[in-house]
């Protein structure tokens, strides 16, 4: 799928600077539209399709704030991804609309490797806050440990039919799972990358996502924390293989889980919590 990016800021040098980033980040990018402020953002997203939106803060006629705002409002665009582009710090203004909907932001200026960490997060689709910081810890799990890349999901994506599910319990602060389901081929892929291995056989494949929702985990707890000296309990992964297809339709149909795509396949995770603390699904 390729993306149709709108940029928001009232310099048009800077919009430049953004656009030449993003051709410097080699994703798939369909077309590049532009707007010196919120209002005259507001009117080309009436009128042309935008997968994305980029937007500065402050702006004259109407500022970034309010355009979100707007958007939020209105049926139409209330569901298009808003990744903030401003000079500020994690202010409250930002804490606010990352709050309100904004799905992220990149500090001015920022790299090609930044901003393609940001879209790969963006492309997992996430429901809810912290279903989008788990899909942020196993994009790098999967980027650090296995060297793969996540890419966006479309019609040619491998959906397997032999799947492996993993599952990784954890307690403290927060109590809750983390499991994810993957293809046979897939697992292969993890373990030849993980561990160099020569010959590939089902126990290594397995062991391999494993250890990537372990690895995942212990990236995503830090993230939802109030404190750093929040503990946590975490189990030893299980995992168990299905040859049946409607085990994939079943759990993606689930409104926590939110899919990857793996270089050509596909992996999907979800996140259930016992704390109504964190903004999702309770079992």
Request: contains cysteine.
């Amino acid at each position: 799928m390729a993306w149709n990016i709108l940029i928001v800021d009232d310099s048009s040098l800077t919009r430049k600077r953004i656009r030449r980033i993003i051709e410097m980040a080699d994703l798939d990018i369909g077309e590049f539209l532009d707007a010196e402020n919120g209002e005259e953002a507001l009117k080309i997203l009436e009128d042309s399709p935008v997968d994305l939106v980029l937007s500065d803060l402050n702006m004259p006629k109407m500022g970034g704030a309010e355009m979100v705002q707007r958007m939020k409002s209105r049926e139409a665009t209330k569901s298009i991804p808003v990744v903030v582009i401003s000079t500020e710090s994690k202010t409250s203004r930002l804490t606010k609309l990352l709050a309100e909907g904004v799905r992220d932001y990149l500090h001015k200026p920022f790299t090609p490797e930044e901003f393609k960490e940001t879209m790969q997060t963006l492309w997992a689709k996430p429901e809810t806050n912290t279903s989008n910081l788990l899909a942020q810890a196993l994009v790098q799990s999967l980027e650090t440990m296995a060297l793969v890349t996540a890419v966006p999901v479309d019609d040619d994506m491998v959906v397997p039919e032999e799947t492996v599910l993993a599952q990784i319990d954890f307690s403290g602060a927060k109590k809750g799972a983390i499991q994810m389901l993957a293809g046979m081929d897939l697992c292969g892929i993890l373990a030849e990358n993980i561990a160099a291995l020569d010959t590939i056989n089902d126990q290594a494949a397995l062991d391999a996502l494993k250890e990537l929702s372990n690895v995942t985990c212990g990236l995503f707890l830090p993230l939802v924390v109030s404190s750093t000296a929040d503990v946590f309990d975490i189990t030893v992964p299980k995992v168990a293989t299905c040859d049946n297809a409607p085990q994939w339709t079943e759990f993606v149909a689930d409104g926590n889980t939110f899919v990857l795509n793996i270089e050509g396949h596909a992996i999907a995770a979800r996140l259930t919590v016992e704390d109504a603390a964190m903004t999702t699904e309770t079992n």
